[in-house]
């Protein structure tokens, strides 16, 4: 299903201004494929047909719902595993050794999607921080109502916890429900989520109170950004963090700010990044 040119060219300009992605000419498949269920939930006859929906409503539900639809991601628990054990045996001791016994350490999932990589981070954390459940502070933020409230229920399928969750930790740190699992709630309180625009100059004040952050995790997110959005990101996210903070991004991702300065720091021949 092919999009005319003016149609597309309003489509990507959208998405841009609202959620800062970058959909080149070529990536056109990213609209067919991640749009198409819309098109069938309101019986829309083509993309051509949603793009004009939404251009003559782009504060309304269905253009809410198209930034839903190409923002939301899969992931999965403990994605490529190198980040949590940065935080194992570096990030955390650093800052425990750093900060001394019970004071709290606040931490950022800045594009949380459905939770797992917060709940990575926290049962990293109970596993290697000593008082984790008091001291450790998690923010979840993203841009998806659908992917918040599924973070906010932390209630996942079989499936899902097939994915990444050791068994271990499964039985340990969750509460079985039918065929589905939910993070015992009494951990579920270590973690908040809250809608967030990176690209937003508003981000401030989404976060504020719940740093500043010892910690952000930025992964995979800034590829779908131009250059010059990518810089911006990273200032905002540095004007969140203490100094001597670690950023995690991307195994390709680079902390580069226009204002930020930041220290590479290798762990396992992969980059982690730190607030100078």
């Given at each position: 299903?092919?999009?005319?040119?003016?149609?597309?060219?309003?489509?990507?300009?959208?998405?841009?201004?609202?959620?800062?992605?970058?959909?080149?000419?070529?990536?056109?498949?990213?609209?067919?494929?991640?749009?198409?269920?819309?098109?069938?939930?309101?019986?829309?006859?083509?993309?051509?047909?949603?793009?004009?929906?939404?251009?003559?409503?782009?504060?309304?539900?269905?253009?809410?719902e198209v930034v839903d639809a190409m923002t939301t991601n899969e992931t999965l628990f403990f994605r490529d595993q190198y980040p949590y054990e940065a935080l194992k045996t570096l990030v955390f001791p650093e800052i425990v050794h750093s900060k001394g016994v019970?004071?709290?350490?606040n931490i950022w999932s800045a594009a949380s999607s459905r939770g797992q990589e917060a709940i990575s981070i926290m049962l990293t954390a109970l596993e290697s921080v000593p008082q984790a459940d008091r001291r450790i502070h998690i923010l979840g933020t993203d841009l998806s109502d659908e992917a918040l409230a599924y973070a906010t229920a932390a209630l996942y399928t079989q499936m899902e916890v097939q994915r990444g969750m050791p068994v271990k930790m499964l039985v340990r740190f969750f509460n079985q429900e039918g065929s589905n699992w939910r993070i015992r709630p009494e951990l579920q309180v270590m973690m908040k989520f809250k809608k967030g625009n990176l690209v937003s100059d508003q981000l401030a004040g989404t976060v504020r109170g719940h740093g500043?952050?010892?910690?952000?995790?930025?992964?995979?997110?800034?590829?779908?950004f131009t250059v010059e959005e990518r810089k911006r990101v990273i200032d905002r996210i540095a004007a969140n963090m203490i100094k001597g903070g670690y950023l995690i991004t991307g195994a390709t991702e680079v902390a580069q700010g226009v204002r930020s300065q930041w220290e590479m720091v290798s762990f396992k021949n992969k980059r982690l990044w730190k607030l100078l």
């Amino acid at each position: 299903m092919s999009m005319t040119d003016r149609e597309f060219g309003y489509m990507s300009t959208f998405l841009l201004k609202s959620s800062g992605i970058v959909v080149p000419k070529d990536k056109m498949y990213l609209l067919r494929s991640r749009l198409q269920p819309l098109l069938r939930k309101h019986k829309i006859e083509s993309l051509d047909s949603l793009a004009k929906a939404v251009r003559s409503n782009e504060m309304g539900a269905l253009a809410h719902e198209v930034v839903d639809a190409m923002t939301t991601n899969e992931t999965l628990f403990f994605r490529d595993q190198y980040p949590y054990e940065a935080l194992k045996t570096l990030v955390f001791p650093e800052i425990v050794h750093s900060k001394g016994v019970g004071k709290g350490i606040n931490i950022w999932s800045a594009a949380s999607s459905r939770g797992q990589e917060a709940i990575s981070i926290m049962l990293t954390a109970l596993e290697s921080v000593p008082q984790a459940d008091r001291r450790i502070h998690i923010l979840g933020t993203d841009l998806s109502d659908e992917a918040l409230a599924y973070a906010t229920a932390a209630l996942y399928t079989q499936m899902e916890v097939q994915r990444g969750m050791p068994v271990k930790m499964l039985v340990r740190f969750f509460n079985q429900e039918g065929s589905n699992w939910r993070i015992r709630p009494e951990l579920q309180v270590m973690m908040k989520f809250k809608k967030g625009n990176l690209v937003s100059d508003q981000l401030a004040g989404t976060v504020r109170g719940h740093g500043p952050f010892d910690v952000v995790f930025l992964r995979n997110v800034l590829i779908y950004f131009t250059v010059e959005e990518r810089k911006r990101v990273i200032d905002r996210i540095a004007a969140n963090m203490i100094k001597g903070g670690y950023l995690i991004t991307g195994a390709t991702e680079v902390a580069q700010g226009v204002r930020s300065q930041w220290e590479m720091v290798s762990f396992k021949n992969k980059r982690l990044w730190k607030l100078l």
